[in-house]
C-alpha cells in the first residue's frame, strides 16, 4: 500500500513508516517575528501545528510521537515567554482533557515534572489517565526534558539500586539503563526531525537517538504542513541504515 502526497513521486510505503517519530520543534519566536507578533503568538500558532502534525502522523500509522516542546534549558527565557508558554500549556491541556476520547492519542510526558506547577502536573496526570486506555498514536511530550538532566535521574535511581544491593554493579547494562529512563518501554526513535534550519540535537533524547536518521527542515514550526512530514518519511524510507554493519 503506498500514500501518495502532493508531489507525484512522493509515494510511501505504509509497511515500511517508522513507529517512532520524534521532532524538535524549533522557530516559533522567528516566525512571529517576521509577523511583527509577539512570541506568545508564535507559540500559539506552534501549538496549532502540533495538532496538525500529531493527527498525521497518528493517519500514516506511526505508533510513538515524542515532541520537544519544553527543555530544561528554556527557563532562561524572558519571565514573560516563559509564563506565555506555560498558560498555552494548560490550554493545551484543558483542551485535550475535554476532546481525550475523540482523536484517541495515548498522551504520556517525559521530562522531570517537579519544576512545573502544581495545576501543570495535575492537569499532565489527568490527561494520562483518561488517555491510557485509548488505542491511537502515543503522544510523548517532552516538558522540562533535557537528555542529560534524564540520564542524571537514571544514573541516580540505578546507583540507589545497586546501592541497596537490589542488582549488582556488574548487571548494569544497556536493558537496565533504558528501563530507567523517562522512555521505558518505548522503542528508539527511527526518524527524528528538527524545523527552522538548526542543526543540533540541544539535549533532545541523548542516548535514544544513537541510531536515528536525522532529517532537518528550514521550514518555521508554525509553517511545517502534513507534507511536509510526508516528506521527511519519504527521504527516511530512502536511507541505507547500516547500524554499523555490512551489508
Ligand atoms: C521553539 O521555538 C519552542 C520552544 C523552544 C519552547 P523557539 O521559541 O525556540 O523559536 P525560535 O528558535 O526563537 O525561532
Ligand atoms: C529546542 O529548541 C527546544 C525545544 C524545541 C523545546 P531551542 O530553541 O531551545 O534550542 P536552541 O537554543 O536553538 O539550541
Ligand atoms: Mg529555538
Known amino acids: 500500500m503506498f500514500f501518495k502526497g502532493d508531489k507525484e513521486e512522493l509515494a510511501i ?14 522557530g516559533n519566536g522567528r516566525w512571529a517575528k517576521k509577523r511583527g507578533l509577539s512570541r506568545k503568538m508564535g507559540h500559539k500558532a506552534g501549538a496549532d501545528t502540533l495538532e496538525k502534525i500529531s493527527r498525521c502522523a497518528q493517519d500514516l500509522g506511526v505508533k510513538h510521537l515524542t515532541v520537544y516542546a519544553f527543555s530544561t534549558e528554556n527557563w532562561k527565557r524572558s519571565e514573560e515567554e516563559v509564563s506565555a508558554i506555560m498558560d498555552l500549556l494548560r490550554k493545551y491541556l484543558d483542551e485535550h482533557i475535554k476532546k481525550c476520547k475523540k482523536d484517541n492519542f495515548r498522551v504520556n510526558m517525559i521530562g522531570d515534572p517537579s519544576r512545573l506547577d502544581r495545576d501543570i502536573q495535575e492537569k499532565i496526570n489527568t490527561l494520562t489517565s483518561l488517555t491510557k486506555d485509548n488505542t491511537g498514536l502515543y503522544l510523548h511530550i517532552a516538558l522540562n526534558y533535557g537528555g542529560r538532566d534524564e540520564i542524571e535521574r537514571m544514573v541516580r535511581k540505578v546507583a540507589a539500586m545497586a546501592a541497596a544491593g537490589d542488582m549488582a554493579a556488574e548487571d548494569i547494562d544497556d536493558k537496565i539503563i533504558s528501563e530507567n529512563l523517562d522512555t521505558a518501554g518505548i522503542p528508539d526513535p527511527e526518524l527524528l526531525i528538527r524545523t527552522s534550519g538548526e542543526l543540533r540535537i540541544s539535549n533532545f533524547l541523548l542516548w535514544q537517538l544513537a541510531y536515528t536518521e536525522f532529517v532537518f527542515s528550514d521550514k518555521l ?4 504542513n502534513e507534507n511536509d512530514l510526508k516528506e521527511a518519511v519519504y527521504n527516511y524510507q530512502n536511507r541505507d541504515r547500516r547500524f554499523g554493519g555490512r551489508k
Open 13 to 26: 510505503d505504509a509497511e515500511r513508516v517508522p513507529k517512532h517519530i520524534a521532532i524538535i520543534m524549533d
Open 221 to 224: 514550526w508554525p509553517d511545517y
